[in-house]
Structures are given as C-alpha cells and as structure tokens.
C-alpha cells in the first residue's frame, strides 16, 4: 500500500507507533512510510487507545472536539469548551504555549496555573 501523503513511500506494517494522551504513551499497531516518517494507525488500536483513555480519566467525552474559529481583529479565538475549561481547571488566566505540529495540528499547551 503506498502512503496516501506523500504517494511514494511503501507503507510497512509496524507495532510500535507512540501516541500520548494526558502524558500517558500508548502504543499501537499500525503503518508507517519510510519516506518522512507518517504513521497510520489501525483503526482498532486507535479505539483502543481512546477506551483506555477515557478509563483512566484522560479525556472527557468526546475524545475529538470540533469547534469554530471566530475572527477577532486581526487574529482568531478559540474558545474552550465548558466542559474541557472544567476537566482542565483552567481558569482563564493562564499562560500557554502554542506549537505547530505538521500542516493541520496545533498542540497547545498550559504553561502555569
Ligand atoms: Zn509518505
């Protein structure tokens, strides 16, 4: 199976794929391209991953949030679920760090209390 991102690469079946959730690691089994690194995990494993998750308290429910941008000025808000702002104690007061991960994700993360 070649690798639906980049077209080149030969997809290798791997067990070893790394997805952390709440500064939990879990491994899973999946595909990974050899051409930048791309890692597809199975569909099972990434249930599984997410039953486990939630076992333990990591995420609420829904695992993935959607929510809308709005335009503010010149830049963009994200509000924070109520239900998120809760699990997480935020109070809207904290310093966070925002970092760029590939061409679609943002991980953002609370600084200090
Ligand atoms: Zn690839």
Request: charged share 35%; with cysteine; aromatic share 4%.
């Amino acid at each position: 199976m070649k690798c639906p991102v980049c077209g080149k690469g030969e997809l290798a079946k791997v067990d070893d794929i790394l997805s952390e959730v709440g500064g939990f690691a879990f491994v899973e089994r999946g595909h990974r391209c050899p051409v930048r690194g791309e890692e597809f995990i199975d569909q099972a494993d990434s249930d599984r991953t997410v039953k486990v998750a939630r076992r333990l308290g990591l995420w609420g429910e829904p695992m993935k949030l959607h929510r809308k941008l709005s335009p503010s000025g010149r830049g963009v808000v994200l509000r924070i679920p109520e239900d998120l702002r809760k699990s997480m104690n935020l109070k809207g007061s904290e310093t966070i760090s925002l970092a760029k991960v590939g061409k679609k994700r943002i991980l953002l993360e609370v600084q200090s209390p």
